[in-house]
Structure formats: structure tokens, C-alpha cells
């Protein structure tokens, strides 16, 4: 196995741990940093897809997209925290209304 | 010897990163989430260094883990101050069958894309050649730096454009923004007076050597945002005959210039962001310049929440 390949699969694990957390957790802000790990897990399969051997030349467009991805994320964990913050403004809580509370 | 060492780094690494992402996600405290997340973040920066990739080691420092954490911060101070009741993360909307069957399918998509990975192809060539041939051709000697302004300019323009429509977005929401409890003490105050020139300098550096080196007007934006914010945290405000059109102007700058140049280039050149030869160099930096000042002001006004002078409506 190489190192790329190794990496790639620590970010599909990344992913998947972070697709749990984001299905489990009823809480906003842990969906939104469940979100994030998700999003790190892609860079990173990019990242290790970028030098899939050691004597290849490392391909700069995976790395420009992952910093385009970074920002982005960032753009839409901004805009998400403060959804969160009004949501909990208007309700009192930072989760969003599940089933039982909509039946009652 | 050497390869033994350098593949017991890796693995440390990722069970750091794999490890840390889990507590982040699992720990019962969502202060003590926030701060594992920040840590994760820092980690991965060095998982980008072992990987060759570091304009994105620094790009994630900046913005991943530094920006990211400071907004995660402000937010949870502001979910505290409006409801204590809002902080406590109370286990589990799914419970028995439910977790069970939702595990497996987890380890079912795990699994997929585990394979997904395994099987592409390890020997295909990417695109590193043509980036390497045309280099010369686009102003700069950084090849990243070179693909976000030059080769892939529009996905830099379109990045651009999700900042400054994130932040449209946060202000329309018209959340208050609670007064800062207690001055700052003499350390932070301190600090933040030595800090901020030393930011500011670390961010024109970042900017400047982005042509040829790691670094460029993202890295240098977040750096900038980071003076931003250390001012604010230190209980410094926007002067009110700023917070008007000067901000503005400051938001779109970046935005406005990248899109003339994409309009002027269309005209002219007949593609849009087609950039000749002889000009690139002067046109990336312009682009950079601007979108630098524009990412900084962005950045530290998505950390406010809301726009300056509205606190006390």
C-alpha cells in the first residue's frame, strides 16, 4: 500500500465518521463541525490523489480546488452559525424541531 | 530505516486526525468539541505538509483551523449569552433499532467508498505536466498560485463571490450582536497593540510571495482577518465614519475588480479571464492585492455577525 493510497483511505474514513456524527447528533453546531470533518475527509482524498506515487510531479489542481474548498467551507460555516444563532433566537434551542415535537 | 520512520509519522498522523475528528464529534461538552475541532484542524495541516501540499498546509492553518475556530467561538459565546438552556447537547434523537441499522449503513458507505479509493488507478499522470509547461505563460512561478488566478481563474472568481454572498447572507438574518461583557485585560490589550502591525506585515509577506512561493491572497486574507479579529476581541470598534460606504467599498473591492477584469477580458481577449502573457504578472497581483483586502475585511465582518452600528437596535 502507498502512502497516497493510505491517506485517501484515512479520508473516506474521515468522511464516514463524520457523516455518522452529522445523522446521530441532534445538536446544530455538532452538525455543522460534523459537516466540516466530512469536507476535510474530501480534501484529503484529493490531496493524496494529487501525488498518487512518490516519483510523480505533485498536480497543483487538486491543491488549488482543495484552498477553493477551504474557503468555501469556511463561507458556509459562517452562514450556518448564524443561522444556528437566529434559529435559537426565536426558539430557545440550537436543534431543529424532530417529529415529536411537531405531533405534540 | 528511513522509509520505516517516515511511515510511522503517517500512521501517528492519521490516527491523530482520525482520533481527534471522533472526539471533536463525540465528546459531550460542545466547548470541548469546539477546541478538539481546532486541534484537528492543526493536525491536518500537517497531514497537507506530508502530502507536498503546502499552500493548502497554510491555507488551512489560516482558515481551517484559525478562522473557523474563532467563528466556532463567537458563536458558541453568542449561543450562551442568548439561552444557557441552548449549549447543552442532549444525546440522541435515535436510540435502539434506529442506531443500529443507521451504524450499518454507515459501514456500508465507509466500505463503498473505502473501495472506491482502493481501486483508482495509481498510475495516472493528473494534470502536473501541463501546469509545468505552461507555467511560463502565467505571470507567476507558483504553480497553485498560477492555477487559482490564471488557469482556473473563474473558480477563484466564483470563490470570491460565495464569501461576500455568505456575509449578504448573515447580515440579512439581523442577528444583535450582545456588548462585550468586561474590558479587555492588560495582557490581551498588550498583545493585540504588538500583534496587529506584526499581522498585518505577515499578511502583505504571504501576499507578495504567493507568485513564486506557497502563500497568496487567501492564506494572506484569513492572516489579515486574524488582525481583524484580535481588534475586536480587544474591545477596539469600527469608527462609525467607517462602518458606512468605506466597508462596503472594502467588501467588494476584491469581488468588483476580479469581475472587471473577467468582462475586460472577455471583450478583448474573446474568453473570459484569458490573461496575455506579458500582463498576467501585473493582473495576479491587482486580483490578489484587492481580493486580499476584500477576504481580510469579509472574513473579520462574517466574525461580527452583523453590520457594524446595528448592535443596539
Redesign the interface.
Known sequence: M????????????????????L?????L??K???V??MG?GV???L???????AI?????????????G??????????A??????L??ET????LP?REEENS | METLI??AI??AL?LL??SL??R???STD?FK??VL?IA??LV?TL??V????T??AL??AA??AG??GA??LA??A??RA??P???V??A???SGIG?IS??IL??L??AA??Y???T?P????????E??ANLDQSGVSN??T???LN??GY??LL?IM??L???L??WS???TIPRPEAAPGLVLDTLSRLLVPLLILVAAYLLWVGAHAPG?A?QAGAVLAAAGVLMLLSGRELPAALATWPLRLALVLGPATFLMLAVITLILEGRVLKLSPEWAGRLILIIETTATIS?GVT?TA?FM?APPGEEDR
Do not use: C
Open positions: 502507498s502512502v497516497a493510497l493510505f491517506y485517501a483511505l484515512a479520508g473516506a474514513g474521515l468522511f464516514s465518521i463524520g457523516l455518522h456524527a445523522l446521530v447528533h441532534r445538536h453546531l455538532r455543522i463541525l460534523a466540516n470533518v476535510s480534501f484529503l482524498v490531496a493524496a490523489m494529487a501525488a498518487p506515487n510523480a510531479l505533485s498536480d497543483p489542481v487538486p491543491h488549488a480546488m482543495i484552498i477553493t477551504i474557503v468555501v467551507a469556511v463561507a458556509a460555516t459562517a452562514l452559525l448564524v443561522l444556528m444563532l437566529k435559537t433566537a430557545g434551542q440550537a436543534v424532530g | 517516515s511511515w503517517d500512521v492519521v486526525v482520525v475528528a471522533w471533536a464529534l463525540a460542545l468539541a469546539i475541532f484537528f484542524g491536518l497531514v497537507w506530508r502530502l507536498n501540499a499552500d493548502v491555507a488551512e482558515i481551517g478562522v473557523t467563528l466556532l458563536a458558541y453568542k449561543l442568548t439561552s438552556d441552548a449549549i447537547d442532549r440522541g434523537g435515535i442506531a443507521l451504524l454507515i459501514l458507505v465507509a467508498l473505502g472506491a479509493v482502493w483508482l495509481s498510475d495516472y499522470a493528473g494534470l502536473g505536466k501546469v509545468a504553480p497553485v498560477a492555477v487559482l488557469f482556473r473558480d477563484t470563490e460565495v464569501l454572498l455568505a456575509l447572507g448573515a438574518l439581523g442577528i497568496g487567501f477576504i472574513l462574517l455577525g
